[in-house]
């Protein structure tokens, strides 16, 4: 009998075997490859006599057919995971202890746990908890295991979050695309996100600006000049808006007329202030200053932090945690001491400084995003950039404060109050890590310096200044702000209770699936990039709009609703609630949105762009509509797509209107030839010939059954066996 570890990937299972070292002969490891197993198919649930595509063999869609529940769930192992899956299966049968090695979150817990239920393995199984590669937390990991059924919530949490967005996504997919007419695609998490995008984008759009002003009066001290601002003793009568703003210039420029002749300071105060080094990053804030400075997308950011990660270079990746054990706190020197950085810096290091981010009360399953100590090697121009955003956050917390002297002025000129505020360096601490770069964020307006005074000075008001102003409106998303914004979905709800909840725990998705949602939404085609900017579409604002239109529906484009689903997923990872309670109101839910759109019409109204509008299939039997396409990658060619995705092939264009599908008559683009009847035995599909677009001169032949075999060979221009088949 034997130990056997199941590392959630390859580089995972290289890094367990480097960790434990000799130690790791006395185990088997292996590994899985993610997810191996994934939910089956609503085929799998729908019965057998439904009319299937000639073009996928699978079923079509209908809306009689929907809502389509569960009984049992199903899970197939994935094309290309099928022999690993048999490899660890003959590992299982000889082993009667294993150690769950997923990533040490929710969807980690699920992996390996759902192999062990595949295989119905019986036996003891372990948890151990990674959360970074290198060989002194592997060993340490190792030295700690526990018993697995300790995180049997946490695998709740996640197969129930799985089966949740199964259930919304394709029922309602299938439902609003059969009865619009066009592909609509509805999540549980991604429709909520689109909406916050859409608001925000009419919100822009519909924006009024307003002409406001500010007064300011140039004075001047024996110890130098500086600009006071005017502060007025009300706000609330004419000339005034509600936020406290002038709207009337006459008024500010009667003001402005004041600020000449003798003054003095009224009240001078200058007092030492100090500033601790940000918190280190999760992936949220990681995500939020990667994009704001080098316009790196979501996406982007996590593929980059989780190859450091598998690098071992930082710790796991998808935490939403800026906080440290207080343990850790020893490795401090160790680490420190592998660090790149300015002497300046390591000369001011102090390893046993011990940072408010140190707090085990407030670390969570996962702690913030720190290096390991391991040296970097062969980055990336990504990689680098991410390495030194989360090195100099670490080493941040080992400087000393930043000090600097907040100073403000009140004047009194002309019968009126005037301020001015400014900041004085004293000590940069922290910030000469950073050198020019660490006062970004902060208001240019207060590192305006101020001249030396004392309460009682006198001054002169040489002359008044009106500067005109007009408010702006929101900002446009990026990746980086719709990150934060989904993980304080609270500041953008209006119920103050709702509001106060969702503060202290809610978000929209988790660290892990934020940055897979915005690339979702723009493979839609409901949002596009504008530079960094993220703009919902016609399509987009069209769904969300119709929506919002109806009671039942309304609650999909509800961040407050989804955000809601992902606490009570906290509370089943918890051990607070049963996975069955929210499995059956998410039921209920689907049951009562699929009623209400039988009933009704679907998603119109959106701009098509070079799409036409919709035109009844002439495929016999189709019933469904057809809308004339441009191809993306050669423009000026058409095609036609039909809502009834699944029934038959895309159109050929002739002239403007919807023709035979591809495979029937003649194409357009680089194929050649009508549609010939596929030689291979038993398929029944017709193939065309096609010139390959990497090299000129070489052709194949394709199936319009894509599914039923792999491509054909081109032998003297008529179509051959499969490729992979033996001659």
Known sequence: MSTVIIAEKPSMARAIREGLGAKASQYEITNAFGHILEQAEPDDYLPDDLPRSPKTKKKIWRMEDLPILPGEWIKHPKPDAKDQLKKIGQLLKNADVVINAGDPDREGQLLIDEILEHFRYRGRVQRVWLKALDQENVRKAFASLEDNGKYQPLKDAAEARSRADWLVGMNLT???????????????????????????????????????????????????????????????????????????????????????????????????????????????????TASARFGMSAQQVLDTAQSLYEKKLTSYPRSDCRYLPEEQLADASRILKQLPMPDAARKLLDPRRKHAAWNNAKVTAHNAIIPTGETPNGLSPAEERLY????????????????????????????????????KDIDPGWKV?????????????????????????PLQGQEGEVQAKQTKPPARFTDGTLIEAMSNIHKFVDDPEAKKKLKETSGLGTEATRANIIETLLKRDVLEKKGKQLVSTSKGRSLIAWLRKDAVTRNMADPVT??????????????????????????TQVETIIGRLKEGSGV?????????????????????????ME?????????????????????????????????SEKGTGSSGGAGTPCPVPGCGGTVRRIESKKKKGTFFWACSNRDGHPLLADENGKPGQPFGARK
């Not at 670490?394 to 301020?419: C, H, M, N, Q």
């Not at 119109?604 to 009844?616: A, H, I």
């Open 174 to 288: 299938r439902a609003v695309t059969l009865r619009s007419g066009a592909f609509f695609s509805v999540g549980r998490v991604q429709t909520p996100t689109l909406a916050l995008i859409v608001d925000r984008d009419n919100a822009i759009e519909h924006f009024r600006p307003q002409d406001y002003f500010e007064v300011l009066a140039k004075c001047r001290h024996v110890n130098g000049a500086f600009l006071a601002k005017w502060q007025p003793k009300h706000t609330d009568g004419p000339g005034f808006d509600a936020e406290g703003r002038i709207i009337n210039r006459n008024l500010a420029e009667r003001i402005a007329a004041k600020a000449r002749g003798q003054g003095k300071v009224t009240r001078y105060e200058s007092k030492e202030q100090k500033q601790s080094a940000p918190l280190p990053f999760n992936l949220s804030a990681l995500q939020k």
């Open 388 to 423: 030194q955003l989360v090195m100099q956050s670490y080493v941040a917390l080992f400087l000393p404060d930043y000090r600097y002297l907040a100073i403000s002025a009140t004047v009194e000129l002309g019968g009126e109050t005037w301020k001015a505020t400014g900041r």
């Open 433 to 457: 890590l950073y050198g020019n770069g660490a006062d970004d964020e902060e208001e240019s307006e207060d590192r305006v310096p101020l001249p030396q005074m004392q309460t009682g000075d």
């Open 562 to 587: 989804t955000a809601q689903w992902e606490d009570y997923l906290t509370r089943i990872a918890e051990g607070a609630l049963e996975p069955a309670r929210f499995g059956k109101a998410i039921t």
């Open 604 to 628: 119109s109204g959106f701009d098509q762009g070079k799409k036409e509008k919709s035109t009844p299939c002439p495929v016999p039997g189709c019933g469904g509509t057809v809308r004339r």
């Open 631 to 663: 191809s993306k990658k050669k423009k000026g060619v058409f095609f036609w797509a039909c809502s009834n995705r699944d029934a038959h092939p895309l159109l050929a264009d002739e002239k403007g209107k919807p023709g035979a599908p591809f495979g």
